[in-house]
DNA sequence: TCCGTTCTGTAGTGGACGCTACAGATGTGG
DNA sequence: CCACATCTGTAGCGTCCACTACAGAACGGA
């Protein structure tokens, strides 16, 4: 009871998520993030306590699509695909013309100044998450002989890692989709075999 | 003539790229600046003007390094070797544990707050320069027969700038040289041959 | 209809930011 | 030794920042 909210959660979420993409954390203010949600300072933090706890919602309603992106590529039926399913969709996310270019979790602070440790902490985990879900995945593939001999499980996974972040850096520097392919299919130059 | 700069300017310059290098663009503030250089605004004002014009300074000057690695690589005799030498030493470089993690053009700026954007276009113009060098380079391999067939030049400088700017961000969240060494082994399997 | 509760909009708050006015200090040229 | 030019340190400028006090508006319950 009481006075219904006047804004929908997920959208100003979405808007907001938009404004840190392209801005970064530090450099989204408050004045363009409430300008662009439609709602006025009181209503952000009644609803979301802080500009940091604005991000954080921000950045689980992000998650939430990376997940369902990550099931997928883990689900593929061989480490082989598994590759090609991350570096191909990773591509197609980076440059998708509808989003800003590249990666929220990275656009949106690589550094920060002193105090915003917490967020560059919180976005650093994040980074690493994919990683570590693809090294569980390809230590499975060894044990199934389903990975090439040579091939450590943690370092496969760790460059597919940075060839998808080196990919959002591309698409932040103006790199086009299919440019971006072009980079996804040379990384698959690594693993010719399969 | 007049009183003299009581300061070295070279060394200030190092000192704040360390500042720049680990909070950004954005977030080194002129506080932390001018402690770390040693030096009070006025002077710092004097010497360049502005906090942009200090950061385009370091910017030169740590394109210098740049530059002389860019042309190591660039003078080795085989396309192969240009790749291992730009892999192997972007690893070692972004992991050198006495400068901050990864990359300077990267870390201290991938977004910005409104009014930062001639400062965001001065470092993804600085993150372009290696990769179309290298481009360039390619092409000429391709003349004399030196590339792979197949291989577009263009695509193989793009990939391995992404591989590099990837390391970057890894190194950013903590990868030690030895994993990213791991990282350029990977990178290097694209292409086995040669 | 009135009450309690929750939200909304206006209009600020203190503080940090990049930057600078000013006066004193330190050098060179005559 | 003095006039002048340049740099240095103190102290503070206006502006923008994240954030909030407050009063009125919009609901459900009695």
């Known amino acids: 009871m009481g006075r219904p909210r006047a804004f929908d959660r997920d959208q100003v979420l979405d808007r907001a998520m938009d404004v840190f993409w392209r801005h970064g954390y530090e450099g989204a203010s408050l004045a363009e993030l409430t300008a662009t949600m439609g709602i006025n ?26 997940a369902s992106f990550m099931e997928d590529v883990l689900g593929a039926p061989t480490s082989r695909q598994v590759v090609e399913r991350f570096l191909r969709g990773s591509a197609e996310l ?43 995945r390809f230590e499975q593939a060894r044990d199934e002989g389903d990975l090439p001999s040579g091939v450590d499980p943690a370092a496969l996974a760790r460059y597919l890692a940075a060839v998808v972040q080196g990919m959002s850096v591309q698409a932040a520097g103006g790199a086009t989709r299919a440019e971006l392919q072009q980079v996804a299919e040379m990384a698959l130059r690594t693993w010719p075999g399969n």
Chains 1, 2 share one sequence.
Do not use: I, M
């Open 94 to 136: 980076a440059g998708d013309p509808r989003k800003p270019a590249g990666c929220l979790v990275l656009q949106s602070g690589l550094t920060c100044g002193v105090g915003g440790e917490s967020v560059a902490d919180a976005l650093s985990e994040q980074r690493r998450d994919p990683e570590s879900r693809l090294r569980v």
């Open 41 to 66: 300072p009181p209503s952000l933090y009644a609803a979301f306590g802080s500009k940091e706890g604005l991000f954080r919602a921000v950045l689980e309603r992000y998650g939430q699509g990376r």
